[in-house]
């Protein structure tokens, strides 16, 4: 049989999550592609029934793969993964991106792929995000995600993470599309490199054109402004700091300036940044308090940082 087309696939995914089919249809399903293994459709609404049952992961993986392999709806392929999570444990979703790497190779998947992995598996994120730059060298986003990785990669203090590759993937970004709002990414990866006066450029970049919708931009240069003026001037170190909280988008906030302002004594400084960084921040706020526990008991080093 033809493939559906894209929008064939929407109405059946709209359709089969929002009326689930019923045990003895889910039957009638199965039967159904066990004769015809190519009506998505059948296996869409099968897939749904199976969701919404909380099946576990070895019952779903076999229609995500071939949803990745087959369906022409990548959007469909995405949100199957994200419903598949509330069933399964990191392996599953680890094997379920591998099969979506594998069989999709567009920018979309692989750039959904690195930033599940950025949360996971850093080593991971690294490999996909190279291999990523490869096959589409020209793609602005996945720059910005290979240097986000390699960041993180060196915030936490893990081997194999390169501040020349931040900071030229960042860079090569800016330059594939001057209007996307990275010129806090890239300050963040000029200082990682060493690169101090090109740091605080981009910076000040990022905070003159920052705005409402951009906040993390404004938040990231005030960071950067922040560690540059250490270790000399530590009250321009903590004005940036406080001037750095802002509502902050998924990333959350940055922690370097907070950790090395916390390793000279300034606690106080520190956890009032962390409070008001909770008090803005839509994402885990769990990890703040962890942040504040940390603190208490004087473990510096697990500041780890969640933004950029």
């Given at each position: 049989m033809d493939l559906?087309?894209?929008?064939?696939?929407?109405?059946?995914e709209?359709d089969?999550?929002?009326r689930?089919?019923s045990s003895e249809e889910?039957?009638?399903?199965?039967e159904?592609l066990v004769?015809?293994?190519?009506?998505?459709d059948?296996?869409?609404?099968?897939y749904?029934?199976l969701?919404?049952s909380?099946?576990?992961p070895?019952?779903?993986?076999?229609h995500?793969?071939?949803?990745?392999a087959?369906?022409?709806?990548l959007?469909?392929t995405n949100?199957l993964?994200?419903?598949?999570a509330?069933n399964?444990?990191?392996?599953?979703?680890?094997r379920l991106?591998?099969?979506?790497?594998r069989?999709?190779?567009?920018?979309?998947?692989?750039?959904?792929?690195?930033?599940f992995?950025?949360e996971?598996?850093l080593?991971?994120?690294?490999e996909?995000?190279?291999?990523a730059?490869?096959?589409h060298?020209?793609?602005?986003e996945?720059?910005?995600?290979?240097?986000?990785?390699?960041?993180?990669?060196?915030?936490l203090?893990r081997v194999?993470f390169?501040a020349d590759?931040?900071?030229?993937?960042?860079?090569?970004?800016?330059?594939?599309s001057?209007?996307?709002?990275?010129l806090?990414l890239?300050?963040?990866?000029a200082?990682?490199?060493?690169?101090?006066?090109?740091?605080?450029q981009?910076?000040?970049?990022?905070?003159?054109?920052?705005n409402?919708?951009?906040?993390?931009?404004?938040?990231?240069?005030h960071?950067?402004?922040?560690?540059?003026?250490l270790?000399d001037n530590?009250?321009?170190?903590?004005?940036?700091?406080?001037?750095?909280v802002?509502?902050?988008d998924?990333?959350?906030?940055?922690?370097?300036l907070?950790?090395a302002?916390?390793?000279i004594g300034?606690?106080?400084?520190?956890?009032?940044?962390?409070?008001a960084s909770?008090?803005r921040?839509?994402?885990p706020r769990e990890?703040c308090?962890?942040?504040l526990?940390?603190?208490?008991?004087?473990?510096?080093?697990?500041l780890a940082?969640?933004?950029s």
């Open positions: 559906p087309t894209p929008a064939d696939l929407e109405r059946f709209i089969a999550f929002s689930l089919p889910a039957r009638g399903l199965l159904a004769a015809e293994p190519d009506d998505i059948a296996r869409i609404r099968l749904a029934f969701v919404a909380r099946a576990p070895d019952e779903l993986f076999p995500v793969e071939y949803f990745c087959h369906a022409p709806s959007r469909m949100s993964g994200i419903v598949a509330g399964a444990n990191w392996e599953s979703l680890r991106w591998d099969v979506a790497i069989e999709r190779r567009d920018p979309l998947t692989l750039s959904n792929a690195i930033g992995f950025l996971w598996d080593d991971r994120a690294r996909v995000s190279g291999d730059i490869t096959a060298p020209e793609n602005a996945l720059h910005v995600l290979r240097g986000r990785v390699h960041l993180r990669g060196l915030e203090g194999g390169s590759v931040a900071a030229t993937s960042l860079l090569r970004a800016h330059e594939l001057p209007r996307l709002p990275i806090g890239a300050a963040m990866g200082l990682q490199a060493g690169t101090r006066g090109r740091a605080r981009f910076a000040e970049l990022a905070i003159s054109t920052a409402a919708r951009f906040s993390q931009e404004q938040h990231l240069g960071t950067v402004l922040g560690c540059l003026a270790p530590v009250e321009v170190a903590e004005s940036e700091l406080a001037a750095s802002v509502d902050f998924y990333h959350g906030p940055s922690m370097r907070a950790r302002l916390a390793q300034r606690k106080d400084m520190v956890r009032a940044y962390i409070l909770k008090e921040w839509d994402g990890r308090d962890g942040w526990r940390a603190l208490d008991c004087g473990n510096i080093a697990e940082n969640v933004g």
